[in-house]
Structure formats: C-alpha cells, structure tokens
C-alpha cells in the first residue's frame, strides 16, 4: 500500500523527506518542486502535477511515473530504473545517462539525450513519442534515442538542428523519411526495412505502447530511419595533434 500525499500541503524540505522514506508513495498537486526522485534506488514513485527541475537526477533504480508535464534536467545522469511521463518534457532531458529506461509521451525540449552512454549491460534507452528539439542526441557515447512522432504528419521533422552532432556510439530511430536537417556528414543514415525493425526496435516498441496504452503495432508500422556513427569517418579533426 503506497502512502499518498499532496505537495501543495507540505513544505518542499517535507516533501523530499517523504519520498526518499517512502518505498511506495504517491504525489499529487506537485507544482515546481524540484529534485523529487533524486537517486531514489527502489520502489514506486506516482507523480500527478508539473514536478520542477532534476526530477530523477541520479535515479538508481526503482520506477517514477507522472501524470503530466516534467520541466528542464530530467534523469540528468540517471543510472538505473525506470521513468514515464504522460506529457511533454523540457529541456536537456537524459542528460549524460548511463543506464535505465525513459519513456516521454509527447515533446521534449532542446539537447535531449546529451552524451547518453552505455556499458556493456547497462543500456540508457530514451523514447519520446512526439518530436524533440535541437541537439537531439549530441555527442551520443551509447544507448538507444527513439522518436516517434505519434501526433505528427506523416513525414514530419522530428528533430530540430544539429540532430546527433559529435555522435560516436549508440542509434538513434526517427519515425519519419525526413532526414534531420544539416544531419553530419559523419554519420550514416537509412531508412530501415522490416526484419532491421523487428531485430531492433519491437520490444522497445512493445514496452513503450504498454507504458501509455497505446498500440505497439500501429507504432511500427510506420517508416523508421536509424541513425548511427559511420565506423569509417571520425572526430580527429576536434582534437589538438602534436
């Protein structure tokens, strides 16, 4: 049985308190208080309101669902876990994650999945169901970027500018045929047939349309470009040589 409290009862010192005791709670009327969730390791987290900035930085484990908008630095360096929000999210979301599953249901803001990484088992796996601003995916070290454009045209850029600058690890998969704007030289691009999406994208498809009830084969029906580092080409030219 999960303790319930309203966030705008409590002080937000209290609240934080609450949730780092709590291995099942539930949060309502949350309005802009930031850092819930901190490198929580275990347990549940239920959110309904707009929780402010940092939600889930450092998360370790554990599950934290919200039912609404989440803003800027969500899941910055998270490590393990799992976080959905049905709504949209802000700025520099997954921030240098390591580990872990994210799944936004609409937008998200600018520098989403900046230098996400991964290490062996430990896969960061970031899927954002509307589109997603510039520098989607910048200097990508690992792990998996998906956006779907679900309330998007056919067709649709789903990204903004300087779509995985610098990116040297890791796939990114658009649900479109719009190339990314400006998209590197650097990196290889293809429009992916059906065996590619089933081998690579199904189970996180099915995981992500279960999160939010939606339908997982209608998702994957549509077009899919993969995005990845072009193993032939490198970044030698941004380093200093002797």
Request: charged share 20%; aromatic share 8%; glycine share 14%.
């Amino acid at each position: 049985m999960s303790v319930q409290v309203n966030a705008s009862q409590v002080d937000e010192r209290t609240l934080k308190d609450l949730i780092e005791s709590e291995s099942n709670i539930e949060v309502t009327g949350c309005l802009g208080q930031r850092y819930l969730g901190v490198a929580r390791k275990c347990g549940q987290l239920r959110i309904t309101g707009t929780p402010g900035n940092g939600l889930a930085s450092y998360l370790d484990g554990g599950e934290i669902y919200v039912h609404g908008n989440v803003q800027d630095a969500v899941a910055d360096t998270m490590n393990d876990g799992f976080l959905a929000v049905d709504g949209n999210a802000g700025d520099a979301l997954c921030y240098a994650m390591r580990g872990g599953r994210v799944f936004i249901r609409g937008n998200a803001g600018y520098r989403a999945g900046v230098h996400m990484k991964a290490y062996r088992e430990r896969q960061s796996i970031l899927v954002i169901g509307g589109r997603a601003g510039s520098f989607l995916g910048e200097y990508l070290a690992g792990g998996t970027i998906a956006v779907l454009g679900l309330d998007c045209p056919a067709g649709s850029q789903l990204t903004g500018y300087f779509c995985a600058n610098g990116m040297y690890a890791g796939s990114i998969y658009l649900r479109t045929t719009a190339r990314p704007v400006g998209l590197s030289d650097k990196l290889s691009c293809h429009l992916m047939d059906g065996e590619e999406k089933k081998a690579k994208l199904e189970g996180l498809i099915r995981d992500y349309a279960s999160a939010f009830s939606l339908d997982a084969q209608q998702i994957l029906s549509g077009p899919f470009l993969s995005i990845e580092a072009d193993p032939h080409k490198s970044y030698r030219q941004l380093y200093a040589t002797l």
